[in-house]
């Protein structure tokens, strides 16, 4: 990873910058800008949506240069070849200032593979395919938030143009990311191996029937 990150800062991109690595601990700089939980009132408007996905091409665009060192180990399976895919693209793994999302951080589960892996995983949180009213309130929305709309902006400020099913990619990539949790819980990862031990995979399950819910509401 630190490979990766000084690769992609040194082209200028806003991401950690890689310090060094002792026996027990890595450091890296911080991204200027809120993130975490204080990420939620930055992402409400379009144009703070359209700016994640802008971050996000960026990003996988400037990887596409990069050379792996011949010892490198992805955290999880790879998914393709196409650019380094940062893994977990949502609100609080970027930096905001002023409602722009002008940094991302967070790439332990970076692994090759197709664009549209961060796309949709991206698109699930920033549209978001979520129901739960105290939820929505939580990231500064309304229960009937215009989702369409959010969908349109992220993938405009992506630059993407291909025919795209957005419910079919987010389901697809929702499922990976079960499916992920179980596998690195099984190699004894934490907290994953918590995580499956406690059985939320199986009550992450919902979040595809929360999906597939919203693509009949769409079309009725």
């Known amino acids: 990873m630190h490979s990766l990150l000084r690769h992609l800062y040194d082209q200028g991109l806003p991401v950690p910058e890689p310090l060094g690595i002792d026996a027990d601990t890595e450091c890296v700089r911080l991204v200027p800008g809120d993130g975490g939980e204080a990420a939620w009132p930055h ?7 359209a700016s994640a996905g802008e971050l996000l091409r960026r990003n996988h665009d400037a990887t596409r240069s990069w050379r792996r060192p011949e010892d490198a180990v992805w955290a999880v399976p790879a998914e393709g070849q196409d650019v380094i895919c940062h893994g977990d693209p949502q609100p609080g793994n970027m930096a905001w200032h002023d ?8 790439w332990d589960d970076a692994r090759p593979a197709e664009r549209m892996s961060d796309v949709a995983y991206a698109l699930e949180w ?11 309130r939580r990231r500064g929305l309304p229960e009937d938030v215009d989702r369409p709309s959010r969908i349109h902006a992220f993938l405009d400020g992506y630059g993407w143009t291909e025919p795209l099913d957005v419910v079919d990619e ?10 992920e949790v179980v596998w690195l819980g099984k190699a004894g990862h934490e907290p994953q191996a918590t995580w499956v031990a406690e059985g939320w995979p199986a ?10 819910s919203l693509r009949r509401e769409w079309r009725e």
């Open 43 to 49: 992402q409400v408007s379009l144009d703070a949506v």
């Open 99 to 106: 409602g722009i999302a002008v940094g991302l951080f967070d």
């Open 170 to 179: 987010v389901l697809r990539r929702q499922q990976r990311a079960i499916d």
């Open 126 to 136: 920033f549209t978001p395919f979520d129901v739960d009213p105290d939820s929505l």
């Open 203 to 212: 009550r992450w399950a919902s979040k595809l029937d929360v999906t597939e």
